[in-house]
T-cell receptor, first 114, second 113 residues
């Protein structure tokens, strides 16, 4: 069966520090991968998605970047965190032709920038 | 489009009543829609999906209705239970290859015992 791992679960980082969140998927190949951010009490904002190794689509210009060095690995990074980067970060994967399947989410990383 | 900057609308129902949660989507070319349930501190979980060639799909205690004319999606929950209390999101396939998935603003459902 397929599983998705996302870590860490919580993170407190000072302003200006770097960030690296990792997401890995097991039990499937060539998944579509996604990073979302959710502010407290609000909806999900799509940050990046990837349909293959090295292929990244960025949806919102901001202080973050994403990379997909391996088929089932998706990394969210920042060189210098801002206070506004605080939030709940969710990784998701989906398969199927042209994404016409449901997405499966990791348990999320709660990031607090102080 | 995405309404990530808005506070979530809320719906409060009595246990045992039926709930209807609505969602407006933005892209008339979207061809696949999903409803998710998110409990506090967790990632969203799949509830039910529907393709654009259908206007209704039923699951266990849930029904999704799709009205492509007005770009509207609804989730009906029968005999709502306290365990149904959560935030519910609709999502649509968007983008040139329908590979990106965008979420609506979400609705917080509270079930009163």
């Amino acid at each position: 069966s397929q599983t998705i791992h996302q870590w860490p679960a919580t993170l407190v980082q000072p302003v200006g520090s770097p960030l690296s969140l990792e997401c890995t998927v097991e039990g499937t190949s060539n998944p579509n991968l996604y990073w979302y951010r959710q502010a407290a009490g609000r909806g999900l904002q799509l940050l990046f998605y990837s349909v293959g190794i090295g292929q990244i689509s960025s949806e919102v210009p901001q202080n973050l970047s994403a990379s997909r060095p391996q088929d089932r690995q998706f990394i969210l990074s920042s060189k210098k965190l801002l206070l506004s980067d605080s939030g709940f970060y969710l990784c998701a994967w989906r398969g199927g032709y042209r994404g016409r399947t449901e997405a499966f989410f990791g348990q999320g990383t709660r990031l607090t920038v102080v | 489009g995405e309404s990530v900057g808005l506070h979530l609308p809320t719906l409060s129902v009595q246990e045992g009543d039926n709930s209807i949660i609505n969602c407006a989507y933005s892209n008339s070319a979207s061809d696949y829609f999903i409803w998710y349930k998110q409990e506090s501190g967790k990632g969203p979980q799949f509830i039910i999906d529907i393709r654009s060639n259908m206007d209704k799909r039923q699951g266990q205690r849930v029904t999704v209705l799709l009205n492509k004319t007005v770009k509207h999606l609804s989730l009906q929950i029968a005999a709502t239970q306290p365990g149904d209390s959560a935030v519910y999101f609709c999502a649509e396939n968007k983008g040139p290859n329908n590979n990106d998935m965008r979420f609506g603003a979400g609705t917080r459902l509270t079930v009163k015992p």
